[in-house]
């Protein structure tokens, strides 16, 4: 364990971050709101915190192990979460505590899109840039970011991008050099929120609102800059653009460089996790489309557009909103709800378990089916042709049961505050999933819950985003060990 390094680069990170305090301090000034001494305030405090860790250990130069690569990244998050919340604070015209500008600030980065905050239509727009920013940055991954900036400075990044990106996923280097990798991605996010946003200002959007919904699109968020979310434009072609942009989003972004450098789309039709993803989202979209029309619930048009909307929004772990889908009649909004702990593909910027998890779950389960019936039979598991290990699978299994006690707990921490069984289980799996949206008291937004329970749901929100095991190492006594 290198603690010397590890504070040099949480040093460096927290320098690096308080520069993206700019754009919404260079909005405030433009503006001429109220915001701007804020920004101002928060950037200093953040580049000086940083600037004192760093000083004292910048010439340490030993090389990262994989301990220390899951450090940084569970530390950065907090941190950054922590300081994130600054500009939420300080503001006077958000009047929020600590414990609601904390929330609002991690959510945010771990895209999730929960938020404390009413009135979005009255708030500066610097806030507002803020908050989607925040998002923007928290979809790609800091840590992902920093691995194309860091190798300059003389400090490696594989052990940081690992320690971000866990899980089983085939594209782990999509090119030689971390560094490159790194980069390659962030070409491919920073195009994608691109052609989003101009997509956006061609159906009917403000400049601003392509933008700022751009980011929170591309990121998997939900954060709006209205009050209604998507429901305030009121046209179906911006849902659909939506709907397409969250969809490709949500798949891996390693596949959209291999079909941007191929000029091919052969990598989409190979690739088993994202049939099964798309496969899903069909089906759940068919249920809920099916079920909204033959109810009654909606005419035949508006079904199609909201089902198919409020589908893909809530399984991709996006979490924006056309109406409130929780007043949807009998099982629909429990229905979402259970979409979203797939969440999307591994490599995406969605939340949730992974489709390629669930996938290997699945085809576990019909593998054993199958043995009942030929119990001499070898019958291999695989991913397209290639046979999947059995180390593999039971990492799977051992990620998914870690999932659910995480979540079992969490739910009876929440149901110890006094929230009913419904709001409980809905808050726990739209933070666990980094969804946003929840059910009961939650279904709008969370400021009426305690201080106590938005303080567990930051833990689930950051569980969530590093995917469990990266946070949950750092409490193991092995971990500590020379």
């Known amino acids: 364990m290198?603690?010397?390094?590890?504070?040099?680069?949480?040093?460096?990170?927290?320098?690096?971050?308080?520069?993206?305090?700019?754009?919404?301090?260079?909005?405030?000034?433009?503006?001429?709101?109220?915001?701007?001494?804020?920004?101002?305030?928060?950037?200093?405090?953040?580049?000086?915190?940083?600037?004192?860790?760093?000083?004292?250990?910048?010439?340490?130069?030993?090389?990262?192990?994989?301990?220390?690569?899951?450090?940084?990244?569970?530390?950065f998050w907090t941190v950054l979460g922590l300081a994130g919340a600054l500009p939420f604070a300080l503001a006077e015209s958000l009047r929020l505590s600590p414990m609601d500008a904390v929330f609002e600030s991690i959510s945010g980065l771990t895209t999730t899109g929960a938020t404390v905050i009413t009135g979005l239509d009255d708030l500066p727009r610097s806030i507002l840039i803020y908050r989607q920013l925040l998002q923007w940055l928290g979809g790609i991954g800091i840590i992902v970011i920093a691995v194309a900036v860091l190798p300059m400075l003389g400090i490696g990044g594989m052990q940081l991008y690992r320690a971000e990106i866990p899980g089983p996923t085939k594209d782990r280097k999509l090119t030689p050099r971390i560094a490159e990798t790194a980069k390659a991605l962030f070409v491919v996010y920073v195009a994608l929120t691109a052609i989003c946003a101009l997509a956006y200002l061609a159906a009917g959007m403000s400049g601003f609102d392509a933008v700022a919904h751009a980011f929170s699109t591309v990121a998997i968020g939900g954060f709006s800059?209205?009050?209604?979310?998507?429901?305030?434009?009121?046209?179906?072609?911006?849902?659909?653009?939506?709907?397409?942009?969250?969809?490709?989003?949500?798949?891996?972004?390693?596949?959209?460089?291999?079909?941007?450098?191929?000029?091919?789309?052969?990598?989409?039709?190979?690739?088993?996790?994202?049939?099964?993803?798309?496969?899903?989202?069909?089906?759940?979209?068919?249920?809920?489309?099916?079920?909204?029309?033959?109810?009654?619930?909606?005419?035949?048009?508006?079904?199609?557009?909201?089902?198919?909307?409020?589908?893909?929004?809530?399984?991709?772990?996006?979490?924006?909103?056309?109406?409130?889908?929780?007043?949807?009649p009998t099982f629909l909004p429990v229905l979402l709800l259970m979409m979203s702990f797939m969440g999307g593909c591994v490599g995406s910027t969605a939340g949730g378990i992974k489709a390629v998890r669930l996938m290997l779950i699945t085809k576990q389960g019909i593998r054993e089916l199958k043995q009942l019936v030929h119990p001499k039979a070898i019958i291999p598991l695989k991913i397209g042709r290639r046979r999947v290990e059995a180390s593999m699978v039971s990492a799977v299994w051992s990620f998914f049961a870690v999932y659910m006690f995480v979540f079992v707990t969490l739910m009876l921490g929440m149901l110890a505050t006094g929230l009913d069984f419904l709001t409980a289980f809905s808050a726990v799996a739209a933070s666990l999933n980094n969804l946003g949206p929840g059910l009961g008291e939650v279904s709008a937004n969370y400021a009426s819950i305690s201080d106590a329970a938005k303080g567990m749901l930051c833990l689930a929100m950051l569980l969530g985003r590093l995917e469990i095991f990266t946070l949950l190492v750092l409490f193991t006594p092995m971990f500590w060990r020379l």
């Open 2 to 75: 290198h603690l010397t390094v590890t504070l040099r680069i949480l040093g460096l990170l927290l320098m690096l971050f308080s520069s993206t305090l700019l754009v919404p301090l260079l909005v405030a000034l433009l503006e001429e709101d109220s915001t701007a001494t804020s920004f101002v305030t928060a950037l200093g405090l953040t580049f000086l915190a940083g600037f004192v860790l760093w000083l004292p250990f910048q010439y340490a130069r030993q090389e990262l192990r994989i301990r220390d690569g899951f450090l940084v990244t569970s530390l």
């Open 225 to 328: 800059t209205h009050d209604a979310s998507m429901g305030y434009f009121e046209s179906d072609a911006i849902l659909l653009i939506c709907t397409l942009f969250m969809l490709v989003s949500a798949m891996n972004f390693g596949l959209h460089f291999m079909a941007w450098r191929r000029r091919s789309l052969g990598a989409y039709r190979q690739d088993s996790e994202s049939r099964f993803f798309l496969g899903v989202m069909l089906l759940g979209s068919a249920v809920v489309c099916s079920y909204l029309i033959l109810s009654g619930a909606l005419s035949v048009e508006h079904g199609l557009v909201q089902g198919l909307f409020h589908t893909v929004s809530i399984a991709t772990t996006t979490g924006f909103g056309a109406t409130d889908f929780s007043l949807w």
